[in-house]
């Protein structure tokens, strides 16, 4: 009694939220009313203000006024809008205290008794009250609201049978799991690679990446229909033959844009790797009289069967490494995962091996596992008397919400009798933490520092002994987990580390046994850790002030810690602790993720941020140090590396130069037609950079009917535009730069205006060629773009947008490798540049030495000198023909079935010498 009293006395309630945190939490985790009709004046709603099928706006407001379909609402910032009531979201719940009243008795409702039920329906109440566990958001929206939903964050099924059939049967799979709000992992590595013999329909393979692609494209159809977005991780092995196709296939628009992607690295891979071996690309005989009933995925287990393996290719390991490398360069994937290292640290190497992780990579998993996750918030735990940690509160909420996530597995209902099999089997549990930052942040310790890196060992050391223990604990009552082995369970790599350090952790399992085979997983908590109001995950804040987009809307964020700070030394700097993530390096990203990893049984969502001058050089250190320090994976994020971004440090409304020209639809044309126009890497940007220097203000135009992307947007007339194009001169100079392609040798012409560029014609490929046509629409795009306004750093513009930009293969070697049709016009726009700049350079020297001393010979040295320069800079990067690596590359086409720059012209007929289309005349 006396305890119970206790915990009703330190029950803190926090009230109504406010700003995003409100609308979050009535649009995910709130219990919904799908009755719109019920819709009265008082009823506090989520009102969809704008209709955009990939950035709405919502708004929190109370009704105050009904006529039939149609609700009066005054929003939060006071403002009285219209709307029909279909466009409301209604809740049954409207603040947090009774979202956790909910979930206490929902989650203690699986305890044996009625005692043992309100006693745990307190506790769970307890560690859920002012935030100090915070759910995972499946739980937290469907735990005594839904029998339908699932509490469950995501699943990893089993890879793909290698059959129609089976294929269709994991997509059917896949889409129930998403349709009822989980994300999804597949390994696509039991899928035979491309061109690979299907004898029962005596035809080839597309291989494992399409497959890949119809996935992914299935999960944009959960995500336009739901109101969850559909989440899927796709991996392959690092022995795939279709691995280069799978690193390289998000550089083609269109063919998976809805996957993240990570290849499955093992330790011989990365021993290849650093001693510059060769590497096996290999797939079993699908041949073989019971490839069908044995074939799962599992090289090491088909060979153990002593199993045929056809060796496919043979390449060097470090061209595969450079290639994902440079991949994660330009758009942070794919991700790596060490398999193997993390297959020897898993408390499940001896019955189930992990096959892939979740979709944001924190929780590895074997075929018909399950993520069940919460965090702890760490915010919540800083005495701020003895200016430390309050140890003693930290303990007691780790071990029940290790009780609270175990009975989340006897809740949860199960739409898959395999998954229900499973988990019950291991009992796999993730407690997490979110509010580290802002922990270290009150403790005065740099996040990333040394002092950080012992204090990070120190604590999560003892929320790993606490949460195992209270595992322990609970078999002692309950069981333990179905498979559980003693001996072989404390065998695994990461008990044999937590028991050197704790054992008395060893010695509880070895006497009670233990509930779960995992305890411990670090996610992102991305919408969770914004809605409570702290920093996500482990990581630290993205800034102190950023703006946000989101389905919910585009919202500017102020963190309340730093502005409390600030409010309290007005004028002052914040001192160095108040560190944001691109104020780190990133090897310090990565060396928290390797402190924290050491105590965490499964892994750990942590983006390494990284500024844009970031070289792949530098890239390739990371992900080895990521290795050589014992993490499991590694993701990198260099700033600008994507076209749109869902943090931001600068207002993308307010800022001038990035805003976008709106195409005005033809009649007929709608906005999804529109979009489909410009594509989001290429055009768009483009001709987005350009209308922000000569567009009119956003005040002196009418709203356009919707935008292509989350910039701010201003209708631009036909009449405006033409006003700013500068009409071309009889008579323009320029210079031709011969360059070496992927499709040819280009002929670049590259004329000036007004002494900048401003007109580029290409050559390239066979008249009447896609090629030759791709080219010379790209030279007048380009054209079209320098001739508008009078902003020099157009060019610059120009420059980053192609430069980089890859295709299906490359040429040339170091700075004259040339990735691209598109990349061949940057360097060369650079060449042009340069040698412009050193010319102009070599009139203004010789000018000064023509005045200081007339006629001498100093005078004629600097002048000769110069002009050498400015020529030998002019052809540097030139690739010259020495360098060419097929002498047919001129006579190169695209392919329409394959879409790679190998279609020969073979008597008469048109031939894919990559994928065996034909065409003929």
């Not at 406010?18 to 985790?29: C, P, Q, T, V």
């Not at 089976?166 to 899928?191: D, F, P, Y």
Request: hydrophobic share 35%.
């Amino acid at each position: 009694m006396e305890k119970k009293q206790t915990l009703k006395e330190n029950r803190i309630g926090s009230g109504r939220l406010e700003g995003l945190s409100e609308k979050i939490f009535l649009d995910r985790y709130a219990w919904k009313n799908a009755d719109s009709s019920s819709a009265k004046p008082g009823d506090i709603v989520l009102v969809l203000t704008k209709d955009d099928p990939k950035f709405p706006t919502k708004e929190v407001g109370e009704i105050v006024a009904r006529e039939g379909e149609q609700v009066e609402v005054k929003l939060r910032n006071g403002e009285r809008i219209t709307v029909a009531v279909e466009k409301l979201t209604l809740t049954i719940e409207q603040t947090p205290d009774e979202m956790w009243d909910r979930l206490a008795k929902a989650v203690a409702g699986v305890e044996g008794s009625e005692q043992k039920r309100g006693e745990w329906t307190e506790r769970f109440r307890y560690i859920l009250d002012d935030w100090k566990l915070v759910p995972g958001g499946r739980i937290a929206a469907g735990a005594g609201a839904s029998e339908e939903l699932t509490l469950f964050n995501c699943y990893v099924l089993p890879s793909p049978a290698d059959s129609r059939g089976g294929i269709m049967q994991t997509l059917t799979e896949m889409t129930e799991i998403m349709a009822r709000g989980g994300g999804v992992g597949i390994n696509l590595s039991s899928l035979r690679p491309r061109r690979a013999i299907v004898a029962g329909v005596n035809g080839a393979s597309s291989g494992a990446v399409s497959w890949g692609g119809l996935f992914s494209y299935t999960t944009g159809l959960i995500e336009q229909g739901g109101s969850r977005r559909g989440a899927l991780m796709l991996m392959i092995n690092d022995w795939h033959p279709d691995v280069l196709d799978f690193i390289t296939v998000k550089q083609t628009m269109g063919q998976v844009t809805n996957a993240n992607l990570s290849v499955c690295v093992s330790n011989a891979f990365m021993k290849a790797v650093k001693e510059d071996l060769e590497w096996e690309l290999v797939f079993p005989d699908t041949k073989d009289a019971q490839y069908n009933e044995l074939w799962t995925g599992d090289l090491d287990a088909w060979r153990a069967l002593g199993k045929k393996v056809i060796l496919y290719k043979t390449v060097r390991a470090r061209d595969i490494w450079h290639m994902i490398i440079e991949s994660a360069w330009k758009s942070a994937e794919p991700g790596v995962v060490f398999m193997e290292y993390y297959n020897q640290m898993s408390n499940s190497w001896y019955f189930n091996r992990i096959t892939s992780t979740n979709p944001c990579g924190e929780q590895g998993l074997p075929g018909w596992g399950v993520c069940n996750l919460s965090a702890v918030n760490l915010s919540r735990f800083y005495n701020e008397q003895q200016h430390d940690v309050d140890w003693e509160e930290l303990a007691k909420v780790t071990r029940w919400s290790v009780r609270f996530l175990d009975n989340v597995i006897d809740t949860t209902p199960y739409h898959f009798p395999e998954n229900e099999a499973n988990q019950k089997r291991e009992r796999r549990v993730g407690l997490g933490t979110m509010g580290l930052a802002e922990l270290l942040i009150k403790l005065q310790i740099r996040y990333g520092s040394a002092e950080s890196l012992d204090f990070l060992d120190k604590l999560y050391g003892f929320m790993a002994r606490e949460a195992y223990l209270a595992s322990t604990e609970i078999a002692a009552e309950k069981g333990a987990f179905a498979a559980f082995e003693a001996d072989k369970f404390l065998q695994s790599g990461f008990m044999r580390s937590l028991t050197s350090h704790y054992p008395e952790v060893g010695a509880a399992v070895e006497q009670h046994g233990i509930r779960n085979v995992t305890v411990l997983t670090q996610a992102p908590t991305g919408s969770t850790g914004t809605m409570v109001g702290t920093s996500t995950g482990i990581e630290p804040y993205f800034a102190f002030e950023y703006f946000r987009q989101s389905r919910l809307g585009y919202d500017k964020q102020l963190v309340p810690i730093a502005q409390q700070w600030k409010d309290s030394h007005p004028g002052e700097e914040l001192p160095d602790y108040f560190v944001a993530a691109m104020d780190l390096s990133a090897k310090d990203h990565i060396r928290v993720q390797a402190a924290i990893q050491r105590w965490v049984d499964s892994s750990i969502s942590k983006t390494a941020n990284c500024p844009n001058d970031f070289t792949v050089e530098e890239t390739k250190e990371l992900y080895e140090l990521a290795f050589d320090l014992g993490c499991k994976g590694v993701t990198i994020y260099r700033d600008g590396s994507r076209d749109v971004q869902v943090l931001s440090t600068t207002d993308e409304k307010e800022k001038k130069q990035e805003k976008e020209v709106e195409l005005q639809p033809s009649p007929g044309e709608g906005s999804e037609d529109k979009a489909a126009r410009l594509d989001d890497h290429g055009a768009n940007a483009i001709i987005e950079e350009m209308a922000s220097q000569d567009a009119p203000s956003a005040e002196s135009v009418q709203d356009a009917a919707g935008p292509i992307t989350t910039t701010a947007t201003t209708a631009i007339s036909p009449k405006t535009l033409d006003k700013a194009y500068k009409n071309r001169p009889q008579v323009l100079r320029g210079a031709t730069y011969k360059v070496n392609t992927p499709f040819g040798m280009a002929y670049i012409t590259i004329n000036d205006l007004s002494g900048l560029p401003g007109e580029i014609f290409l050559n390239v490929g066979k008249a009447g060629s896609d090629v030759f046509a791709m080219a010379e629409a790209l030279g007048r795009v380009c054209s079209l773009f320098l001739r508008y306004g009078d902003h020099g750093h157009k060019v610059e513009l120009l420059i980053k947008h192609l430069k980089g930009i890859g295709g299906t293969g490359a040429i040339g070697f170091g700075a004259n490798r040339v990735e691209s049709i598109a990349d061949a016009v940057a360097k060369a726009l650079e060449q042009h540049i340069a040698a412009a700049d050193l010319q102009q350079l070599d009139v203004e020297r010789s000018e000064e030495s023509r005045e200081a001393a007339q006629g001498t010979e100093a005078s004629k040295g600097l002048k000769v000198v110069s002009s050498a320069t400015a020529a030998s800079i002019a052809a540097a990067n030139v690739i010259p023909d020495s360098a060419k690596r097929r002498s047919s590359a001129s006579s190169l086409d695209l392919c329409p079935s394959c879409g790679s720059a190998s279609l020969i012209n073979i008597e008469g007929c048109k031939q894919c010498s990559n994928c065996g289309y034909s065409r003929c005349n």
